[in-house]
């Protein structure tokens, strides 16, 4: 596990423990009725402990660490159950998750599954959430999987065959290796049921697949970065095409994202990807105003030695020129109050690290306009 599962640990043993050991009596059957201010003001707090740990969570999955990310979620969820006693149906809702997330046969479902049920465990805590639904006698219908979301078999199916013609018509993608590869129509149909046995079973769908791991099936074929954006483009456009929910549009891209080190062919230390550079331009803007002054940084994913793009931030417009197209963190600093009195107002730290900054970009070749509205 990466070096945040330490992180992690420290956190469910000062908080959650914390939490467990103040709310022992909380959670006795002849608990006074007053108590219910201190409920409250525990379920916040573990609220907030679960956001942290799903924050985390989702660090290590974005990063390829699935299955820290799995443990993580996990760990923390069967920590938290037995504090929620004066919630029954919260703690029936994290038994069955857990147990649908532990029959899914792939890592990556089981994250994803958990990620699901952490969000879903948070709303139900919210006020008016499942302690006002604890007093109803009909049970509460379980959260639509994402699968569901995207519409179920007929509807994937449907996305799938436009996303290869997409992919089968676009230079960019290079869907025939060059024409090394020609694909019979039944080549066609097994690839299809392939991508539809995959999206199920990440997305908590019925279907299960049964074939070989990215790495082994894209082993040779030497595909890179660029043309897993291209793809991705493609199968963006198969979405929009489709009038897919744009939050469950964006899910199922995440998960897709995060096939790219399986099938993206390793470049060598050092060594450039091919083809042209891209330019980014934009705005920062921090609670609506131009950030008067600062710099921003474009880290390269996947490659913790690779050297920052840096910029100067002026009346809130930046420029940076040369960067290699993939997937970028980026870091903003404010720079410290001038002399002449121009007012530079101060950002969360957070922006400043590029690990914990929350803002990812990916950049394509040729001249593009990325605007970036900072959160308090």
């Known amino acids: 596990m990466h070096t945040s599962g330490r992180w992690w640990q420290v956190v469910l043993a000062?908080?959650?423990?914390?939490?467990?050991?103040?709310?022992?009596?909380?959670?006795?059957?002849d608990e006074p009725a007053d108590r219910g201010g201190q409920r409250a003001s525990r379920d916040g707090e573990i609220r907030d402990v679960l956001k942290?740990?799903?924050?985390?969570?989702?660090?290590?999955?974005?990063?390829?660490d699935v299955a820290g990310c799995y443990r993580m979620f996990q760990g923390a969820l069967l920590m938290v159950r037995p504090m929620l006693r004066h919630h029954p149906k919260v703690q029936k809702r994290i038994d069955d998750g857990l147990s649908k997330a532990d029959a899914n046969p792939s890592m990556r479902g089981r994250?994803?599954?958990?990620?699901?049920?952490?969000?879903?465990?948070?709303a139900d805590m919210q006020p008016g959430g499942a302690r006002a639904a604890a007093d109803k006698t009909e049970d509460k219908k379980p959260a639509a999987t994402l699968w569901d979301r995207l519409g179920g078999e007929a509807a994937v199916a449907k996305v799938i065959d436009d996303a290869v013609a997409l992919m089968a018509n676009d230079p960019k993608v290079d869907f025939t290796r060059g024409g090394k590869y020609k694909p019979k129509d039944q080549d066609v149909l097994r690839l299809k049921k392939a991508l539809l046995?995959?999206?199920?079973?990440?997305?908590?769908?019925?279907?299960?697949?049964?074939?070989?791991?990215?790495?082994?099936?894209?082993?040779?074929?030497?595909?890179?970065?660029?043309?897993?954006?291209?793809?991705?483009?493609?199968?963006?456009?198969?979405l929009e095409k489709n009038k897919v929910q744009p939050q469950a549009a964006q899910e199922l891209l995440r998960l897709v994202e995060g096939t790219r080190k399986e099938i993206v062919k390793p470049r060598k230390p050092g060594a450039k990807k091919a083809g042209g550079t891209g330019r980014v331009s934009g705005t920062v803007t921090f609670k609506g105003l131009p950030l008067a002054a600062g710099e921003i940084r474009y880290v390269p994913q996947g490659d913790p030695k690779a050297k920052a793009h840096?910029?100067?931030?002026?009346?809130?417009?930046?420029?940076?020129?040369?960067?290699?197209?993939?997937?970028?963190?980026?870091?903003?600093?404010?720079s410290p109050p001038k002399k002449d009195g121009v007012k530079v107002p101060s950002i969360p730290a957070r922006y400043a690290d590029p690990e914990k900054s929350g803002l990812v970009f990916e950049v394509k070749e040729g001249n593009q306009t990325l605007d970036i509205q900072l959160q308090p």
Request: charge should be neutral.
């Open 197 to 238: 046995d995959l999206i199920s079973q990440a997305t908590g769908g019925p279907r299960k697949y049964e074939g070989k791991s990215m790495k082994e099936l894209h082993q040779g074929m030497g595909i890179t970065d660029a043309q897993f954006d291209a793809s991705v483009a493609d199968v963006k456009r198969a």
């Open 111 to 122: 994250a994803f599954a958990l990620h699901e049920l952490i969000e879903n465990i948070r």
């Open 310 to 334: 840096r910029g100067p931030i002026k009346d809130g417009a930046y420029d940076l020129k040369d960067l290699q197209p993939g997937s970028y963190r980026v870091a903003i600093e404010a």
């Open 14 to 29: 000062a908080g959650l423990l914390t939490l467990g050991a103040a709310g022992t009596a909380v959670a006795a059957k």
């Open 52 to 64: 942290e740990i799903h924050n985390r969570g989702a660090d290590l999955y974005n990063n390829g």
